[in-house]
């Protein structure tokens, strides 16, 4: 699954053009162009990683920032910051607040997007593995092939999607409409009970006779994968 990558900037020229060459990359795209509807977004989506705007309308990205890294939900997903403050003053300041990353506008794409996959490698080192590992599951990506106990699993292309999914952040909980809008897509309309619905064929796939169920169940929260 391609990295999701979200954009908070008020500039309407700026996000086209980050968002056209990104898309160009591979990574899958979401924006906002305030920062209170940025906030809630990067919420409900949980990005991979965050470009975000210091000078947003109605919050600011210091702002922005400062909330997510308070949140144990959200503190772990890297943040660029775009901005046209230059000084070390402010660099130190975006810091502060756990920015990852500081670019300057204007700023170079070419720059940009090696930014963007150094820190995606150092965040999330297995969303690049052809083969990833917990505990005593194994998934191919390759071969789109699931092992548990070396014992090869038949799932169907949804379930492989999830777990997929699921791997990237174990013990992480996400909701019904964060894993529609990342495993479905954000675009594609379906009923949020269908979530249960293959959560429970995942369950069924992966849930061995003498193994720990993976897959837990957080009442009035979602799911995520665990022993």
């Given amino acids: ?24 990359e591979g990574y899958k795209v979401s ?3 305030n920062g209170e509807d940025a906030l809630k977004q990067i919420k409900d989506k949980n990005p991979d990683l965050i470009l ?3 000078m947003m309308p ?19 997903i890297p943040i660029i910051m775009l901005t046209a403050k230059g000084e070390e003053e402010d660099k130190l300041k975006a810091f502060d607040v756990g920015t990852d990353d ?12 090696a930014r963007i996959k150094s820190i995606l490698r150092r965040s999330k080192p297995q969303s690049s593995s052809d083969i990833v590992e917990f505990i005593d599951l194994k998934i191919d990506r390759i071969t789109k092939r699931v ?12 379930e492989f999607k999830l777990l ?10 996400y909701s019904r409409e964060q894993l529609l809008n990342n495993v479905w897509g954000e675009n594609i309309y379906v009923e949020a009970r269908t979530v249960d619905v293959h959560i429970r064929r995942l369950r ?12 837990r169940t957080v009442r009035s929260a979602g799911y995520s994968l665990e022993s």
């Fill in 1 to 24: 699954m391609p990295s999701h990558i979200f954009i908070a900037e008020d500039e309407e020229s700026i996000v086209s053009l980050l968002k056209y060459n990104l898309e160009k």
């Fill in 31 to 33: 924006t906002s162009d």
């Fill in 52 to 54: 975000l705007d210091w």
């Fill in 58 to 76: 109605n919050l600011s990205g210091i702002e922005i920032s400062k909330q997510l890294k308070k949140d144990k939900k959200f503190n772990d």
């Fill in 102 to 113: 500081y670019v300057t506008k204007p700023f170079s794409q070419k720059e940009l997007n």
């Fill in 147 to 158: 092992y548990r106990n070396k014992k090869e699993i038949n799932l169907g292309p949804t």
């Fill in 164 to 173: 997929d999914f699921f791997i990237k952040n174990p013990k992480r909980v």
């Fill in 204 to 215: 069924q796939a992966i849930n061995l006779e003498g193994t720990k169920p993976l897959i």
